[in-house]
């Protein structure tokens, strides 16, 4: 066989490696986008005769959001914050949102001072069925200058709010959710943010927290069915843009849910394949779409959307 035909089908081996698995791609989102095809109920996770759930940043946004939807569907929740006072006033409006007499209990714990104590949060938590945690805490400041010029308390406190104190919630509640997945089905997911996928300006500490915390993830999925005790473990990374909360004032629009609308999405799609799901079908596009992007057009799209949003906050120029 000469070195043209080796060539030839070295190639045609490529392109139909390519074709199949954008092929299982376009199958696994259709499957999960595509109405009556994926319905899975959230029900599942609800087992126990006395289900809870845990979301953290619960005092605003899609965690509030979640925390309601959650307990209206039949769950007890714990919501996390770091304000008391927030934290009681959310603890109020989610015991009035369903005539159950549930149990709202509050875990109040700063995520972005880097350091936490577990012994409050398994106290919140023995004794529980806790089958359902979403990890929500999370944000960015809008930084002035690139990382050089970031202080160390912005680059650890950008570090612990995103992506450390997951770890730590991960770390102390695995024994726990190991051992509630014994008996039925247990979700943990992760919160991320589309902003991860290309080097957006100044963004490089908030990006690789994002990142960092979908291989965490990843990784500890693996480690259970390598140990082979994950079948009953959803453990997934939650892809989205932009959505409505005092924080993001932008109206709603195709591509931009409220955080009410969000927190359905999120339901409706806990068990899609695959590792990490984009709730709403506008910001999976974008995630597809942004993936098959040049590198270098990727970093200009994101460049143009934070200097057309921000303006002069990010580019150091006034825009009159």
């Known amino acids: 066989m000469d070195s043209l035909t080796i060539a030839v089908y070295v190639l045609a081996t490529f392109a139909l490696l390519s074709i199949l698995g954008t092929l299982y791609r376009l199958l696994v989102f259709t499957y999960t986008y595509f109405p009556g ?21 619960a ?12 307990y209206t569907r039949g769950f007890n929740v714990i919501i996390h914050g770091r304000n008391a006072e927030k934290l009681a006033a959310v603890r109020e409006e ?29 106290e919140l938590t023995q004794g529980i069925d806790l089958t359902f945690v979403a990890l929500v805490n999370g944000g960015k400041n809008i930084l002035d200058h690139p990382l050089d ?4 308390d912005q680059v650890h406190h950008t570090m612990s709010l995103n992506f450390f104190f997951s770890v730590h919630v991960i770390r102390t509640l695995m024994p726990s959710l190991r051992a509630s997945a014994l008996r039925g089905p247990v979700a943990l997911l992760g919160y991320g943010s589309l ?41 997934k990374y939650i892809q989205l843009a932009n959505v409505q909360s005092s924080f993001n004032t932008i109206p709603p629009n195709w ?20 590792r990490w799901v984009a709730p709403n079908l506008a910001h999976a596009f974008m995630a597809w779409f942004t993936e098959l992007l040049p590198e270098n057009l990727a970093e200009k799209i994101g460049q143009d959307i934070m200097a057309e949003r921000w303006g002069e906050q990010i580019t150091g120029k006034r825009s009159d």
């Open 149 to 152: 010029g970031q202080t160390e």
């Open 195 to 235: 902003g991860t996928m290309g080097p957006f300006p100044h963004d490089a500490i908030y990006g690789a927290s994002k990142r960092a915390l979908e291989f965490v993830l990843w990784t500890v999925a693996a480690d259970e069915r390598f140990h082979k005790r994950g079948h009953n473990l959803n453990i």
């Open 94 to 122: 989610v015991l009035a949102s369903s005539p159950k007499q549930g149990d709202v209990r509050i875990w109040k714990e700063d995520a972005g001072t880097g350091r936490w104590d577990s012994k409050e949060l398994l």
């Open 255 to 274: 591509q931009t849910p409220t955080s009410a609308a969000f927190a359905k999405e999120v339901l409706r799609r806990v068990d899609a394949p695959w």
């Open 59 to 70: 005092t605003d946004g899609i965690g509030k959001a979640l925390a309601l939807e959650l």
């Open 37 to 57: 095809l994926h319905g899975r109920d959230i029900n599942r996770y609800m087992w126990s005769e006395r289900p809870y759930a845990l979301v953290t940043g």
